[in-house]
């Protein structure tokens, strides 16, 4: 792999700037994200995506995307259909257990298609927070369900239909969004449960998939644990919980560092969080001026962090032999709109 430094990064438009191509040539990050003010039509992202790839260098560089179905689809048609939210499959689920898992294997197969299609290699998914009565709407829909159980079967199906797919899944948010009582976009929350309740629910279903590639961060303070600062740049969520206690041994990135849960100027927060034990930096907004704060004190990705991207690349473009056209029959069998 040639060397890159330990940062994904967005980009302003449809198309690369000339700038922008110089600064990901100087600065080389890992991978990228799109959203949806960088899509158009199928040709302009395929070429986007290569222009990117082409910058660094690195015809494997990942391209990533929110792609889980609901409010949280940056894909809209005619480049993919509207697909339910997890709540839907959820609800599915609770009517007939084997539906609705296989509706979220099959969920998550046509998110494959959809994005391969686009070279675009990795999908933020599955969400696998656990909300309780009263918390943010930022989470919501988009959870599986309200229990833990419910969340880690059908966040293992979309993972899962992922990876049949060639697609590397990243689950978030670790440890646990789901308690959040704002949004961590707007402000940064603060969780005061004991740690015994977060064990039980908040932390399992991150437990229990601790085996899959990557995970994302939650922009959150949880107060039994470190009462000075979110698990993002928290070196003793990271250490003691999600490294430890879950077990997560794959590639963390955090999340966007342009919310505004993270306080600092970007410099800042870059150096936070690779030193709270992170192996990637976040920044989505493609904003010039900010990344280029992130850049000034992000690393060379090397160490543990190099072996977990590295590992994290081999999952990518391992497809089965699904046919599309059956998949999607098959998935408008349970959400004949979503087709």
């Not at 890159?4 to 100087?26: H, N, P, V, W």
């Not at 670790?174 to 707007?186: T, W």
């Not at 303070?221 to 003691?240: E, H, L, Q, R």
Request: aromatic share 6%.
């Amino acid at each position: 792999m040639t060397e890159s430094k330990s940062m994904i990064l967005g980009c302003a438009g449809k198309t690369l700037t000339q700038d922008e191509i110089r600064f990901y040539g100087d600065e080389r990050p890992w991978g990228f994200i799109l959203f949806a003010r960088n899509v158009g039509e199928p040709e302009q992202i395929r070429d986007l995506v290569a222009a990117m790839r082409d910058s660094v260098g690195r015809p494997d560089a990942p391209v990533f995307i929110d792609q889980e179905g609901g409010r949280v689809q940056r894909l809209r048609p005619p480049l993919a259909p509207n697909y339910p939210a997890g709540a839907a499959i959820g609800e599915l689920y609770k009517r007939d257990r084997e539906a609705g898992l296989r509706a979220a294997w099959l969920l998550s197969r046509l998110h494959a298609f959809d994005l391969s299609g686009l070279d675009i290699t990795a999908d933020c998914l599955p969400v696998l927070d656990v909300p309780i009565e009263g918390a943010s709407d930022v989470i919501g829909s988009r959870a599986y369900g309200k229990n833990p159980e419910t969340v880690t079967a059908l966040g293992k199906a979309a993972a899962e239909g992922l990876l049949a797919g060639g697609v590397l899944p990243v689950m978030k948010h670790v440890p646990g969004h789901g308690r959040a009582f704002s949004d961590s976009h707007l402000e940064l929350p603060t969780v005061h449960t004991p740690i015994e309740e977060l064990r039980a629910h908040d932390f399992a279903p991150f437990k229990a998939l601790n085996h899959l590639p990557a995970a994302m961060t939650a922009h959150v303070v949880y107060a039994a644990i470190d009462p000075n600062g979110p698990a993002t740049t928290s070196a003793k969520v990271i250490k003691d919980i999600v490294r430890g206690e879950i077990g997560f041994d794959g590639l963390l990135i955090s999340d966007d560092t342009s919310m505004k849960a993270l306080s600092g100027d970007f410099p800042s927060k870059a150096a936070s969080i690779l030193a709270a034990g992170c192996d990637l930096v976040l920044h989505c907004n493609g904003v010039m001026e900010e990344m280029a704060g992130i850049a000034s004190r992000t690393t060379a990705l090397e160490g543990k962090s190099l072996e977990r991207a590295e590992r994290a690349l081999t999952y990518i473009n391992q497809r089965d032999a699904a046919d599309e056209a059956a998949v999607r029959a098959e998935f408008a069998t349970y959400f004949e709109a979503a087709a």
